[in-house]
């Protein structure tokens, strides 16, 4: 299979959601396997303050905005959930965050944040999940 990615080009993260090919072709440039599964997260037992409240306040909004872009997305959607997450884990929630690992992985994640021996990356996407995946995928 011919090569995606040129060695000597620069791509950002937006490159990878622009590019035609199937994220198996593009991840398999990182030498990673694609395989498409449910994932089943961990639960928690404990009791998480606040989710009524942000529940109540999303639906509450909901009618009242168009969520037609991806900075009302961010905003009415992602940032408020992320921000419950923040403060129910004692973690800093980083907007923008600037990342550079090579001339292949670089750029803005819209959101970020770190644990001791974790990360979650969360890109707000439009409505092509498929692109919007391969984007995340290369930002892992």
């Not at 011919?2 to 990878?16: C, D, G, M, V």
């Not at 800093?92 to 600037?98: D, H, K, N, S, T």
Request: proline share 6%; hydrophobic share 40%; aromatic share 10%.
């Amino acid at each position: 299979m011919p090569k995606i990615l040129q060695p000597e080009a620069n791509y950002t993260f937006r490159s990878f959601f622009e590019l035609p090919n199937d994220p198996d072709e593009i991840l398999g440039e990182f030498e990673y396997d694609y395989t498409q599964a449910r994932l089943a997260l961990p639960k928690t037992r404990k009791p998480l303050s606040g989710l009524e409240d942000l529940q109540a306040q999303i639906e509450a909004t909901l009618p009242y905005v168009q969520l037609t872009s991806k900075a009302a997305k961010r905003e009415v959607l992602v940032a408020p959930v992320l921000l419950r997450v923040a403060t129910l884990c004692h973690r800093v929630l980083r907007f923008e965050y600037p990342l550079k690992v090579s001339n292949w992985l670089q750029g803005n994640l819209d959101y970020l944040i770190r644990a001791e021996q974790q990360i979650v990356v969360v890109e707000a996407k439009l409505d092509d999940l498929t692109h919007g995946f391969t984007q995340l995928a290369i930002s892992n």
